[in-house]
């Protein structure tokens, strides 16, 4: 009876390890997903972790057009990502961390000149701002918590009332 009792307890062992190993191979499987408009167009690819975003992700504008691009952590943007319009022109690019942009952003025209360059923090302006024409710096600006408090139009006042402060 021992051994029949042994045996039991050995195969229903058996069963719960095998059926954790098969839970544990698809909860660490990363896969790659595909989103579709509802014209079937391609909206947007990436890598998933248990329906989580991660990693490196692609958006496409209707017109398959690349929208916009970067990386994802636990389903939040991380890192450096590009926007473009529609025609496929650069637009915006800059860093997340949480979803939330930070640090220094670059926004560009038609053209694909840089019109303005702005430190960002918890979303918001947060910092300096550099304004371009014709790729020429022609104004800068300082931000507190999303509101303009300074602007100069001469590197030379810039730096009088900035000592030490580098736009770079």
Not at 40 to 46: F, N, P, Q, R, V
Not at 81 to 95: C, F, P, Q, R, T
């Amino acid at each position: 009876m021992k051994a029949n009792t042994l045996h039991i307890f050995f195969a229903i062992l058996f069963l719960l390890v095998g059926t954790f190993s098969v839970k544990a191979n698809t909860i660490t499987e990363k896969t790659y997903a595909k989103e579709y408009y509802n014209n079937g167009k391609l909206k947007a690819e990436g890598w998933q972790f248990m329906d989580t975003k991660t990693d490196f992700w692609i958006y496409y504008h209707p017109n398959g057009e690349i929208a916009s691009k970067g990386h994802y952590v636990d389903n939040q943007k991380n890192g450096y990502w590009h926007y473009y319009d529609a025609n496929g022109a650069l637009k915006k690019e800059g860093h997340y961390v949480k979803n939330s942009a930070e640090n220094w952003w670059i926004f560009y025209d038609i053209a694909n000149q840089k019109t303005s360059k702005f430190q960002y923090k918890n979303n918001e302006k947060n910092g300096f701002c550099l304004r371009y024409k014709k790729r020429k710096l022609i104004r800068a600006e300082r931000y507190k918590n999303g509101v303009k408090d300074g602007e100069w139009t001469s590197i030379i006042s810039f730096k009088r009332d900035n000592p030490g402060v580098s736009l770079r």
